[in-house]
């Protein structure tokens, strides 16, 4: 057991934290674990891209070292796919790793010749300069095939990586809460939500007198007042673990992985140590109430231009379609009207700019909670589902998220909207941003509908061409 714990003041910079089912022992790669790397190698990469008809082709070099190094210094073996997550909050999973990729020399001649078998890399430099994000590496990968997309496998800046499921940290229910959260391991040291993925370096004692540092985490204002939807602001905040509940100093706690292997979430405030956690409670305990009507939709796969995929833990697989017509019509009653705005970078010629999007739609989430398969909200929050977005062009369809977000982000499967950006008319807007008035247009893609979350930069904000979202039951 934990005799006790103080905090050493010193600061592990993390360029890379993997995690997940799959690994024997999880690994923090610190800033000077990367920099004091040896025997680094360049590799060279074709790259294509064809989204939004603005086709590119182009050779990469990258400089770094092969991703399954990494992997199997974690004890990951054979993975069909990861998700990584970046320090600019992109998000994304890479399937079939197992595949056989591609460099294509002539590429730009759509040529084979001269192909090279070409594993995944984790780079340093690219094109003989450091990453955008160093120490955060950028993932490459080769072409399953020459005419195969893979700019969007590319993600720049990388602080973790998740081989199988996710491992749990902790989650927030309670009364005093807009929605429950759940959070998981790759998250934790992005907690401070300001781009410094680092951790705090604490020392354990033990009873037998033992000491040893171990990561960890000082939950920041910004926990309390942005990322958790907190109602009541005097709700009392407690800490459920082994011990039961226990009142906590919000000013003062931390989070922290308390075993060797990085599996295991603990916590202290300074007067407690709870050595193995559930998570927080704030305000008073709500029972989740089990959803009992199934409403169904009737359209038909030719006819239709959404759909819900379900994916049990055995393997069962059950898809629904749905229309717009149908959805405006059979569900109109959960029709809702969300306000979205994120940054994008490519506003103002370049220079980026704040867009705000007023959206007509359906709660993803509440749609699937229309289904036989989704007992109700507590299915949703408490980290049972995972979910990914798919998309006609494939673009962002990659990118894979825990249920909960379904309600904490307001995922909106949106059929028209108001556009506006605040440096000035953009192609697709609809209005001005001083406009008091709202002017909806439909959605013109593709398909007829975008996808909106209430995050806060493009990447993840927004998924054009949206036709589906698979739902994996664990």
């Avoid at 919000?250 to 989070?255: A, H, K, P, S, V």
Wanted: aromatic residues 10%; proline residues 4%.
């Amino acid at each position: 057991m934990i005799k006790s714990i103080k905090n050493t003041g010193e600061k592990l910079p993390i360029a890379l934290f993997i995690s997940g089912s799959m690994t024997a022992r999880n690994r923090i790669y610190s800033l000077d674990d990367f920099n004091s790397l040896k025997g680094l190698e360049k590799k060279k990469f074709s790259v294509y891209d064809d989204h939004e008809e603005a086709e590119s082709k182009d050779i990469e070099e990258g400089c770094g070292l092969p991703l399954a190094r990494l992997l199997n210094e974690a004890g990951v073996e054979n993975p069909e796919e990861i998700m990584v997550r970046s320090v600019d909050g992109f998000e994304a999973v890479i399937p079939e790793l197992g595949s056989k990729r591609y460099y294509f020399p002539k590429l730009k001649e759509n040529s084979e010749e001269g192909k090279e078998l070409r594993e995944a890399w984790i780079s340093f430099y690219k094109n003989g300069k450091q990453v955008k994000f160093y120490p955060h590496p950028t993932i490459m990968f080769g072409q399953q095939g020459l005419n195969e997309q893979n700019k969007d496998y590319f993600a720049k800046g990388i602080c973790s990586l998740t081989a199988g499921a996710k491992d749990r940290a902790f989650r927030v229910r309670g009364s005093a809460l807009d929605c429950n959260r759940y959070f998981s391991l790759d998250q934790l040291f992005g907690l401070a939500g300001d781009g410094n993925y680092e951790a705090d370096l604490l020392e354990i004692t033990e009873e037998d007198g033992r000491t040893r540092r171990v990561p960890g985490i000082k939950c920041p204002d910004s926990f309390w007042t942005q990322e958790l939807k907190i109602t009541d602001p005097d709700a009392k905040i407690q800490m459920r673990a082994e011990e039961g509940l226990m009142p906590v100093d919000t000013e003062n706690l931390y989070f922290f992985l308390r075993d060797p292997a990085l599996k295991q979430t603990g916590a202290w405030d300074g007067r407690h140590i709870w050595e193995k956690i559930d998570g927080l409670l704030v305000g008073q305990e709500v029972p989740y109430k089990k959803d009992d009507a199934v409403r169904l939709p009737d359209t038909s796969m030719e006819d239709s231009d959404f759909y819900l995929r379900i994916l049990g833990p055995e393997g069962q697989e059950r898809k629904y379609y749905y229309s717009l017509p149908e959805l405006t019509d059979k569900f109109q009653d959960i029709q809702r009207e969300e306000v979205f705005e994120y940054y994008n970078h490519n506003m103002d010629k370049g220079r980026g700019g704040i867009r705000r999007v007023t959206g007509h739609g359906f709660l993803l989430a509440d749609l699937l909670r229309c289904l036989p398969e989704i007992t109700g909200l507590e299915m949703i929050e408490d980290g049972s589902i995972s979910c990914r977005i798919c998309t006609k062009d494939t673009y962002k369809q990659r990118l894979a998220f825990e249920g909960n977000e379904l309600t904490a982000f307001s995922y909106l499967l949106t059929f028209e909207q108001d556009q506006r950006t605040r440096t000035g008319l953009e192609r697709g807007d609809t209005s001005t941003w001083e406009d008091e008035d709202l002017h909806f247009e439909k959605i013109e893609g593709q398909t007829p509908y975008r996808i909106y979350c209430k995050k806060t930069s493009a990447n993840p904000a927004v998924y054009k061409n949206a036709w589906g979202l698979e739902v994996e039951i664990r």
